[in-house]
């Protein structure tokens, strides 16, 4: 059974904002919270805490692939990207990131930089949302680059940065590399076996975990002065001092098997889902596209341009269903969106764009009733606004 605390009436298509809990992870949440320990004490009681823990770290660890030893646990993603940004930044020499990342590493990035003038470097994307690697590459090329730090999967296109010739165009230049893989993990398989970046960051709530709870992957051998936001008791190798979030920490663990486990068969039954979602769409609705490199993204989101009909009105129109207006951390700000201006489009565009986001939980007849929903909306709004006054 899956959680559904926003009623079964409402079509929750915002898995980029978060996703419903997954039933394994409320138990083991439930489970730690029952029992007292705190996972650093040495007697039976904070043995178990610690065991709970281990065992988080392990099945986080087989969602990627890598070592549990190379997990650090934080309170989200925006934590674990101002970790990586950092550290990896103090060990002198610029910050090279993109356009469209998300705040945590675009302001964190900001923020870094401030200091030293000509530290940063932002590589744009096309109209596509992909990342120049020859434009990286001639950045690269400039030298003294400490860290290249590039998103997986944008939270708004869904559209996948392909890193594997970005991991080798920057080590060849002796930077490291971070990517902001929020969005993917769960989302889509990755082996860190096989990718070598350096850094990552990861959030549960995204994969059905609790809010609150991420981690940071850090290889084993690369070298980094760490800088910790807080410090005290030095836990998580001093990464993170103080208590660690066992109940969170717990669920995140059990998010990510469930999520390993189903991840093989919901890729292509989420694929196919937001397929027949924009099938529907853009026969109904007309002008109205598709944003992002179509073959080269998440599987369950869409970013959809409804030509004249303002995002927020079109939200508004359609209550029973849940989906967003740009990203959902600056939902409610005046701005439009920086990664669809990036790709080129105008301020109109960004203003009229819908995210939807589908995930393990999403059904068929939820898209059913979404499509109907939407076109309704798309149409009431723009025959709103084209009536005289
Ligand atoms: N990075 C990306 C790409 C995200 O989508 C988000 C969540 N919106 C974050 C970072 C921040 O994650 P958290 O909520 O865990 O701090």
Redesign the pocket.
Known sequence: MTYRPFGSDLVYLDY??TAPTRPEALEATLAAMRTVGNASSTHRSGRDASDRVDLARRQVGDLLNCSSGEIVFT?????A?NLALRAAFARGGKLVTSAV??P??LETARALTAERPGSLALVPVNEYGLVDLDDLRATLATGDVAIVSL?A???ETGVLTDLAPIVEAAHERGALVHT?A??LIGRLPIDLAEMDVDLL?L?A??FGGP??V?ALFTRRGISLPYRPLLIGGGQERGWRAGTLNVAGIAGAGAAAEAARVALAAEVSRVAQLRDALERSLVEQVGDCWVNGKLDQRLPGVSSITFGGAPADAVLAAMPDVAASEG???SSGAPTPSHVLLAMGRSREEADSTVRFSLGYATTASDIDRAASSVVRAVRQVRAALAAPL
């Open positions: 980029n904002a309170s989200g993603a925006t934590e990207n990342e998300h945590a590493v998103m999967a944008n939270n902001d929020t969005q960051s959030s709530h995204k809010q609150g991420g990203s959902a951390c």
